[in-house]
């Protein structure tokens, strides 16, 4: 059964930062098969993804709103994938998930990421 857990949220001001893990069981993320995607969900707004990594960490993708200021990476020690999020803006602000997809995940399709975390609260104060 695969877990996620994921932690590090909290309140900044803009331009602060923060750094989210999601620790994993029951799923390796070092297998070139699986990816993990961070997702936000802000208040009255949809589901968006923010970044995923896939390929044992080779392959990383983010969202155009992100490019630049996020940075996805992974621990095989740890089983734990981070989200290193700089220059937070008041926009950045929404409960961050994140998800695993076994043999890779589209960010349209909920149904191709096959397990989520309970999320952690972002807010960012201007």
């Known amino acids: 059964q695969v877990q996620l857990v994921e932690s590090g949220g909290g309140s900044v001001q803009a331009g602060g930062s923060l750094r989210l893990s999601c620790a994993a069981s029951g799923y390796i993320i070092s297998d070139n098969r699986n990816c993990i995607g961070w997702f936000r969900q802000a208040p009255g707004k949809e589901r968006e993804g923010v970044a995923d990594i896939c390929l044992d960490g080779r392959s990383t993708v983010y969202a155009n709103s992100v490019k630049g200021r996020f940075t996805i990476s992974q621990d095989n020690a740890r089983n734990t994938v981070y989200l290193q999020m700089d220059s937070l803006k008041p926009e950045d602000t929404a409960v961050y998930f994140c998800?695993?997809?076994?043999?890779?995940?589209?960010?349209?399709?909920?149904?191709?990421?096959?397990?989520w975390g309970q999320g952690t609260q972002v807010s960012v104060s201007s």
């Open positions: 998800a695993a997809a076994p043999n890779g995940g589209n960010w349209d399709l909920v149904s191709t990421w096959g397990a």
